[in-house]
Nanobody, 124 residues
Framework: QLQASGGGLVQAGGSLRLSCAASGRTVSRYFMAWFRQAPGKEREFVAAIRKTDGSTYYTDSVKGRFTISRDNAKNTVYLQMNSLKPEDTAVYYC???????????????????WGQGTLVTVSS
């Protein structure tokens, strides 16, 4: 089970840190990712961290602003979001995949487990 938290309302330029706590699963054994879905839009990839070496991947629109990290001792994955923009407003979901390869990182259908989502609202 994945439990996402940390969403909220923030002004443009502000920061939030999302957390994804895993129970019954060890995050270091999965490819972990964050996706987001804005109203009326498809779910899109935001960031991911590879299980083997901790390599990270980001969608272009968040590079330099968001950072994904993993705390194995706490079995939790984080998404630090800085310099937030109104277009970052969405429900953010964490996901875990057992067999993710480089060509499927951004495909939500490639992931096996999902958290319930946490709402991030950025006001202008």
């Amino acid at each position: 089970q994945l439990q996402a938290s940390g969403g909220g309302l923030v002004q443009a330029g502000g920061s939030l840190r999302l957390s994804c706590a895993a129970s019954g699963r060890t995050v270091s054994r999965y490819f972990m990712a964050w996706f987001r879905q804005a109203p009326g839009k498809e779910r899109e990839f935001v960031a991911a961290i590879r299980k083997t070496d901790g390599s990270t991947y980001y969608t272009d629109s968040v590079k330099g602003r968001f950072t994904i990290s993993r705390d194995n001792a706490k079995n939790t994955v984080y998404l630090q979001m800085n310099s937030l923009k109104p277009e970052d407003t969405a429900v953010y979901y964490c996901a875990a995949g057992r067999s993710i390869i480089i060509t499927t990182i951004r495909n939500p259908r490639a992931y096996d487990y999902w958290g319930q989502g946490t709402l991030v609202t950025v006001s202008s």
